[in-house]
């Protein structure tokens, strides 16, 4: 009962409902429009939803009933945030104008929701500027998402973007360096420089980084593993790069 609670939290049902969400500017991460539905009723959706650059997709109606369950929703199904998305370049200039050399994590699809909380905790507890997630494909910030961040989703602000690659280029015009994680790479983490403005490359939980986004990265960097087991969960390998950079650093020296 307790995940169908959450889940029922995160959503909005019909027409009209989800029109007055768009038009007051709540957080919305998606729209989902039943195959077949009447133009009509999607036009006005799909053009607010276009205005806010949220990503809305064609989905079975079973879909929608499964996720609705006893709430009527006529074809329309949006799943809230929230809080709002910022710009990745504003993160930057944040940064900046702290006189910081920007640090920012870049989550490839990644999946569970607690594991976003927990990156999202460990940004904020290094003092990390902030994260940049893909639209499509990866969890939202979602209740679960800040359920599992223990407040930290408040204080880290939170991108997304169409296109990972691109971004990396446009972060790299920016001055930032992009490192990214994997477990062939000849480098530990621990003996890469990690100073300076910096772009964190973190995968998803089984599939790891995707072959583009890796391909954009300046360097890779591994975590030495003397286990059994050939990975750790993203979030607790976030957790070990963001402590090395914020020590390289001297973040963590007393005055």
């Not at 909005?12 to 195959?35: C, D, F, H, S, Y």
Request: aromatic share 4%; glycine share 8%.
């Amino acid at each position: 009962m307790e995940d169908k609670r959450k889940n029922e939290a995160d959503l909005i049902t019909g027409k009209n409902p989800v029109l007055e969400a768009l038009k007051a500017g709540r957080p919305i991460n998606k729209i989902m429009l039943a195959q077949g539905l009447n133009q009509a009723s999607m036009k006005e959706i799909s053009r607010l939803a276009k205005e806010r650059n949220i990503p809305y997709q064609l989905v079975e109606r079973k879909k929608l009933d499964s996720l609705a369950e006893k709430n009527t929703h006529q074809g329309i199904i949006a799943q809230t945030g929230v809080k709002e998305y910022v710009e990745w370049e504003d993160i930057i200039e944040n940064a900046l104008q702290k006189g910081e050399d920007p640090l920012l994590l870049v989550l490839d699809n990644l999946e569970d929701p607690r594991n976003l909380g927990a990156i999202l905790r460990t940004t904020d507890a290094v003092g990390a500027h902030g994260l940049i997630i893909p639209k499509h494909r990866s969890v939202p910030l979602t209740v679960g998402v800040a359920r599992s961040s223990a407040g930290a989703i408040e204080h880290v602000p939170v991108a997304r973007v169409t296109n990972l690659a691109t971004t990396l280029e446009r972060l790299k015009e920016k001055g930032c360096w992009i490192v990214g994680t994997d477990p062939q790479a000849e480098q530990n983490y621990f003996e890469a420089d990690l100073k300076g403005p910096l772009a964190v490359v973190l995968g998803s939980e089984g599939k790891g980084i995707g072959r583009l986004v890796k391909e954009k990265c300046d360097f890779l960097v591994s975590i030495p593993m003397l286990g059994h087991v050939n990975s750790l969960n993203v979030s607790v390998a976030g957790a070990l790069l963001l402590y090395e950079i914020t020590r390289q650093r001297g973040r963590f020296e007393k005055k």
